[in-house]
């Protein structure tokens, strides 16, 4: 009993945490929450990438192509019918069906981990920097598509019409599963195969992990949750653009996992709570700030934020390249049970 | 029929002729350094920033201009952020050229805003002529001979001068190498500097080309020079080359080929086709020496 809450420890850390800046940001006003339920979605974005980067250590630029095959999927299967003919093209059977929001997600998530399965049985089979390059790929594939097949996505035009049911709370409740399942699974046999062939790829082959299989697999999860955020994503804004799921939001997210650390998940977590409030602090600087005690506002030029943000990451990879938090929280009071002989 | 055929062969050859030189220009870096730049498409809108700015002087002041800043531009990145990272892993450094990149891009937009401006460079170019009975524009030749020259004299670099021959030493094993005597700091801030001209020639040829300029026009021209240069077997130029130019031949047989409500897929198929051939050679068409590690 004992080992086990040591082992669960940093999971309930975790979700702790993250209950706690939910139920900070809930007695906010209503912008905060907006801001908190927008940063609680990248959080399973994160967590997402964070399940095949920081498992196989190599880096993924599709997985915001997930998150946009989720959204679109759940938008298509949620959009009320009258909504969908007003702006699109369908065949009769997708036009009519309207199936509930956590049917719609699922199917979001589920159509986003097959499209990981399937790009990844090539992919998977890429090293290092040329893995990385072949998902990035992946990106651009799906980017031209959503963003050119006018009768079933709207092109580049925006979709609109999407039922709005994103809120603090549901948005916490998937960041909770996710943070789980990402967990659940790095404690899996699979997962710490796939760990020993990112510290030494030939001498985990020589032990006879399959390199191949295991980072499928973590790929797979990984397209899962990112669609999950995708999801949440579209019906939160109630309406998708092809180039919302493009390079500034893969920068965001690898930033956000890259600053905590991508090596735990203690770090993507903490990546993304932090990037989210100092990005929410330069938002509101670029507004303008006025400062209590002195006749004066500050403000900043727009766009700031994102330079900022890039200058922060190349900082942190010079004097921290692990990140805020490089390994998982540790049981704090010492052992619980006499070590076995 | 055969002026078709001249027409698409055309196409391809300029078409490919840049992809070409942008993946030589990640290649380059690639090799001494194993760094995928992605920062290399902002040296290209520098470069093509400065065509604009200076398009009302002479041709010559622009180009000279162009060519100053990505190379400037080149070293200094190099020196400030690549440098202090030359020991951490290719995924950092991948992450690193990333967020410069951003950050390059990003600090654009603050003093020349995200719209894109028109430029009227060398409009000259833009008339046909005719060949064996066939109509190519200018541009295309002049495009077509530029990269000749270009990767003719980079060869020539590689093969016959103290410089280029270090540069290969340091690409294929670049410990060995500096035991040898080359200067690890010198090699690499000379393949920046290379890389950086090569940026150069191909802003110069895109923005003729275009007749645009925009912060994020570098953008599509590295990633297809990524792709190029993992088909063509990362950390092998001549494989860096050929994947350019085969890139840019499939992409002008697709467009040519493809019945017209497909065209606009053209560019996912394309990508389709490189998982593909990465999916039959994991090491890409022409496999670099020395960069699987011993064991």
Known sequence: MG??????WPLMVLLLLVAAVTLLAWSGPIVLQRRATLGLIHLVAVVGLYVFVGNSGVLSFGNVGFMAVGAYVSALLTMRPAAKAMFLHLPAFLGDLQWPPIAGALAGGLAAALLALVSGLPLMRLSGISGSIGTFALLVIVNVVIGNWTAVTGGQQSLMGLPIYTNLWIAFGWAAVSIVIAFCYQESRSA?????SREDEAAAEASGVRIHRERLIAFVISGFLSGIAGVLYGHLLGTLRADSFYLDLTFLVIAMLVIGG???LTGAVLGTIVISAVTEFLRQLEAGMPLPFANLTLSAPAGLGDAVLALAMLLILLFRPDGIAGREIAWPFGRLTRPRD | MIDTIVQILVDAVSLGGLYALTALGIGLIFGVMRLINFAHGDLITAAGYLVFLLAGQSVAVAILGALTVAIVLAVVTERVAFRPLRRADPATLLISS???????QKTLILFVSSRPKGVDFLPELQQQVTILQVHVQLLEIVTIAVTGVTLVGLSLFLKHTRFGLEMRAAAENFRVARLLGVRADRVIAQAFAISGALAAIVAI?????????QPRMGLPLVVVAFVSTVIGGLGNLTGAALGGFLVGAI??????????DLRVFREALVFVAVIIVLLLRPQGLLPARGLRERI
């Open chain 1, 262 to 264: 991508k090596g735990s």
């Open chain 2, 205 to 213: 040829l895109f923005t003729a080309q275009t007749g645009i300029v």
């Open chain 1, 192 to 196: 710490l195969a796939l760990r020993a």
């Open chain 2, 98 to 104: 990333f967020a410069l990149s951003v950050f390059l």
């Open chain 2, 251 to 260: 992409s002008v047989l697709l467009q040519s080929l493809l019945p017209e």
């Open chain 1, 3 to 8: 080992d086990l809450l040591r082992r669960l």
